[in-house]
């Protein structure tokens, strides 16, 4: 399927950005529409990877001529989010494997939760819009979210990652600033995954 996919293209960079980091692959050159699914694939043979990007066709069309941060408004963020959160997957999963290190699936969801967070915060501040942060905040932690897909045996790790990432970004909300907020998302992404479950943050 080739469509216009400028706007993942956008969310990789800014993801890349904010975590200051450097992916070598290019994230739409690994999408695959979806008819209902929406999640990064990984098949793994001894040292080599397949993977791929599922994103379902109807928000590949909703967001075929996003332009961000343009674009970025509350009504669209959830549905967004879900794109943030499979390109956060695949970031974090390729700098992992550039660096020979093994990534959980745990991790992910919690490094995929900052960065919807850390990501709107970024696109607020550049449309001069950051009084809206209380509300990008309540939209992804006032309760936990989780799809009607995830396995009963997945439950409690999605829970974790969720209170994980919401303990996080409350310490960057409280601190009312946009001064060195950048370098704490970077901080956040290079720790251990240790320190991310003891809040050593």
């Not at 209170?163 to 720790?191: D, M, R, Y």
Request: hydrophobic share 40%.
């Amino acid at each position: 399927m080739k469509k216009n996919l400028d706007f993942v293209t956008q969310i990789q960079s800014g993801l890349e950005t904010l975590n200051g980091i450097s992916n070598p692959h290019a994230a739409e050159d690994f999408i695959i529409a979806s008819e209902k699914r929406n999640a990064l694939l990984i098949s793994e043979i001894d040292r080599e990877a397949d993977v791929a990007i599922c994103l379902q066709k109807e928000i590949l069309q909703k967001f075929s001529e996003t332009k961000l941060p343009t674009d970025f408004n509350l009504e669209v963020f959830p549905e967004l989010s879900i794109v943030i959160e499979e390109l956060s997957h695949f970031n974090t999963y390729c700098i992992k494997a550039t660096q020979d290190e093994s990534v959980s699936a745990l991790e992910l969801e919690v490094q995929a939760e900052v960065d919807k967070f850390g990501l709107a915060l970024g696109w607020l501040e550049q449309r001069n819009e950051f009084e809206l942060r209380e509300k990008v905040y309540d939209l992804l932690f006032k309760e936990v979210q989780i799809g009607s897909w995830v396995k009963d045996s997945e439950l409690a790790r999605y829970a974790e990652a969720h209170l994980i990432a919401k303990n996080f970004c409350k310490q960057i909300l409280q601190s009312g600033s946009t001064v060195g907020v950048q370098e704490k998302f970077q901080k956040f992404f290079a720790l251990p995954l240790s320190d991310k479950l003891t809040s050593k943050f």
